[in-house]
């Protein structure tokens, strides 16, 4: 059976499970039903190969990704593997053969570990291998295991790449040592910071087994082998622990029975960080010295990969702050500007009312109606900006939109004389786009273009056309004022950048950007012939048919 935990997205919280040989993800499936608007009706497709899945993009728009990288060809799928269509993730669980447990998910007492004996363990008798750089390079092995370890490191580089959360990282780790490894019984322990007490954080058993609530302790681990390992920052190897007398002390040794154990400690410069503890009955597979030698490397890389990505959480937490910090600066400032002039206005308007002079106090009323709208826009702008949204999509007509645009910025282009232009595709059909994100879209752009051509002089043409061969419609808004240099096109989208002074935001710009992505459109900004600037939205169209006929929640306005 093949089960999709779904993380991310509109279906989060879903599990999608099938047992049909061939599985068609996208909206239009019926094994595995999503509902983002944002994948194909066929995305991808997995299919039962060898008694595991491969999955395959059927060349979608967006594209298939497994852990972060995108799928050019069919690609098997391992326990744990994370992909993501559109803006929809998933976590791949299609080994029933495998039952794991995470952080606070973890039964009590489904790991514990013997007090044993204070007994300190002489490393002439147990194999052992130091947490180090030189522990990396495997000493003459053969070439099966030569494979095996290059595939194990490989997989932990882009592991250990994504910088993730440390749950998610050792989960990962986990899931490449199940892969590479006849491993029965794995628990990768974390030193908990406060009281510095081992805790498991991720435990997996080859085959299920019963919880401790039903069948007593899972897994006994021995605290001997794991204080030695911590100490001596070694990692260690017991082939038959029942006959290794030094660790006869500690009873948990005696009811592991006949197993083979590795050990290894998670190292970070000069700091244990925790511990991979992995058994296996001595009749199905023994480790040997070779195995050793990888999960101590494992260890080493783990422990580097946990420490960066604490400095780098620390690193952003450090940058997140300053950010807060100018923006609230930055908005304070800005936001003072607009009270001072609804105060200016104010006060022309009490003094027209006094003089009962209608002339006065209109103008009064225009200074802050002014600054209202402002003050309306830069509201709209910070909460698309800041606020994560699932677009709502439905068939639409884009050139309405523009049109109600224009007819709303009219009497501010009146007011500033300038001549503002409609030229729309009346062959344009409907496409699936969200209203109220491609109007504050357009709406943006059009304002920048009103604020900055000359006063008495400026000319802006808004325009719409439809291209069958891209299967695009363009929103395209030319102006005949001073233009972009090519020096600035690449902060002109940056949050908080304004060319107006204190009479901007550096918002505009940015959110058009941020809403016009999550259509899965973009935004391109050009030079016309005659000088001046033009900003292009460009929204794909490729599923206007298919919208048509299952997208639509109202008819096309």
């Not at 053969?142 to 370890?149: E, G, R």
């Not at 970070?268 to 960080?273: D, G, I, S």
Request: hydrophobic share 40%; aromatic share 4%; net charge negative.
């Amino acid at each position: 059976m093949a089960t999709l935990i779904v993380l991310q997205g509109p279906d989060k919280g879903r599990t999608l499970q099938t047992q049909d040989d061939v599985v068609l993800v996208g909206r239009g499936s019926t094994q595995l039903p999503l509902t983002d608007q944002t994948i194909s009706r066929r995305h991808a497709q997995m299919q039962r190969n060898e008694g595991g899945w491969v999955l395959t993009d059927l060349n979608s728009v967006n594209g298939t990704y497994i852990n972060g990288v995108r799928v050019h060809k069919p690609m098997r799928l391992k326990h744990g593997d994370q992909i993501r269509v559109g803006s929809t993730l998933m976590v791949y669980s299609g080994d029933e053969s495998v039952q794991e447990y995470t952080g606070a998910n973890i039964p009590h007492d489904l790991v514990t570990l013997d007090a044993g004996s204070p007994v300190v363990v002489d490393s002439a008798v147990v194999a052992t291998v130091p947490s180090s750089e030189d522990s990396l390079v495997l000493a003459a092995p053969d070439i099966a295991y030569a494979v095996k370890a290059w595939n194990v490191m490989r997989e932990l580089s882009d592991v250990i790449g994504s910088l993730l959360p440390t749950d998610q990282l050792l989960t990962r780790v986990m899931d490449i040592i199940f892969q590479e490894a006849e491993v029965d019984r794995g628990v990768i322990f974390v030193r908990d910071e406060a009281t510095g007490e081992l805790l498991p954080e991720v435990v997996r058993f080859r085959n299920p087994v019963q919880t401790p609530d039903t069948n007593g302790k899972a897994i006994i681990a021995s605290r001997t082998i794991i204080k030695h390992v911590v100490e001596s920052r070694s990692g260690v190897l017991c082939s038959n622990i029942v006959t290794d007398k030094r660790f006869q002390s500690g009873k948990s040794v005696q009811n592991l029975g006949m197993r083979s154990v590795v050990c290894a400690p998670i190292v970070a410069r000069e700091q244990v960080l925790g511990a991979i503890h992995l058994d296996c009955p001595v009749t199905r597979h023994t480790f040997n010295e070779h195995e050793l030698r990888l999960v101590t490397a494992i260890g080493y890389q783990t422990g580097l990969a946990i420490e960066n990505a604490r400095l780098v959480q620390a690193h952003l937490q450090q940058e997140r702050l300053a950010a807060a910090g100018e923006t609230v600066a930055y908005l304070s400032h800005y936001i003072k500007n607009l009270l001072q002039g609804i105060r200016s206005g104010a006060d022309v308007v009490e003094r027209g009312l006094a003089k009962r002079d209608l002339t006065t106090t209109t103008q009064g009323w225009r200074i802050v109606e002014r600054n209202l709208d402002r003050s309306y826009n830069l509201m709209l702008n910070m909460l698309a900006f800041s606020k994560q949204r699932e677009p709502r999509v439905e068939l639409l007509q884009v050139n309405r939109i523009v049109e109600e645009v224009v007819e709303l910025v009219q009497k501010q282009a009146d007011e500033k004389r300038i001549v503002l232009l409609a030229d729309l595709d009346d062959h344009a059909p409907p496409i699936p786009v969200d209203y109220d994100g491609v109007h504050q879209a357009v709406l943006n752009i059009v304002t920048n273009a009103i604020d900055a051509v000359e006063r008495e002089r400026g000319m802006i043409n808004v325009r719409t056309r439809y291209d069958p061969s891209a299967v695009e419609l363009i929103v395209s808004v030319t102006d005949n004022g001073p233009g972009v240099p090519a020096d600035a096109r690449g902060l002109i989208f940056e949050p908080f950048h304004s060319t107006k002074g204190h009479g901007g935001t550096g918002l505009g710009l940015a959110v058009a950007r941020k809403i016009v992505s999550e259509l899965g459109g973009r935004v391109e900004v050009g030079d016309p012939p005659d000088g001046g600037a033009e900003f292009r939205v460009i929204l794909p169209a490729a599923r206007a048919d298919q919208a048509g006929k299952e997208d639509t929640q109202g008819p096309a306005r």
